[in-house]
Nanobody, 124 residues
Framework: QVQLVESGGGLVQAGDSLRLSCAAS????????MAWFRQAPGKEREFVAG????????RYEDSVKGRFTISTDNVKNMVYLQMNSLKPEDTAVYYC?????????????????WGQGTPVTVSS
């Protein structure tokens, strides 16, 4: 049974930073594709960042490039999303997702396990 548990969300001001964490069990992050998605109210869930091939491959959505960094801790079996220079348009519920096969797709149906989400609110 694969379980993903996110933490680290909260209310911040524009320009602040947050680090989201995803604790994985039942699946080894270094041998999987791990990703962060987000869903704002009234919008579809969208890809934010992904990491695969023992962190040798990463991918980012254009609007977060240079501001967000995805990383893993293989000892703790954790995935992180460091978010800097946050903007009000980053406000959303952020989800950790996993897939067993080592490609790095950006569509939600490509991932088979999801966390419960952690909310991020950025005030202007």
């Amino acid at each position: 049974q694969v379980q993903l548990v996110e933490s680290g969300g909260g209310l911040v001001q524009a320009g602040d930073s947050l680090r989201l964490s995803c604790a994985a069990s039942g699946r080894t992050v270094s041998r999987s594709t791990m990703a962060w998605f987000r869903q704002a109210p009234g919008k579809e869930r969208e890809f934010v960042a992904g990491i695969a091939w023992s962190a040798s491959m990463t991918r980012y959505e254009d609007s977060v490039k240079g501001r967000f960094t995805i990383s893993t801790d293989n000892v703790k079996n954790m995935v992180y999303l460091q978010m800097n220079s946050l903007k009000p348009e980053d406000t959303a519920v952020y989800y950790c997702a996993s897939r067993a096969f080592l490609a790095l797709p950006t569509t939600p149906p490509s991932y088979d396990y999801w966390g419960q989400g952690t909310p991020v609110t950025v005030s202007s």
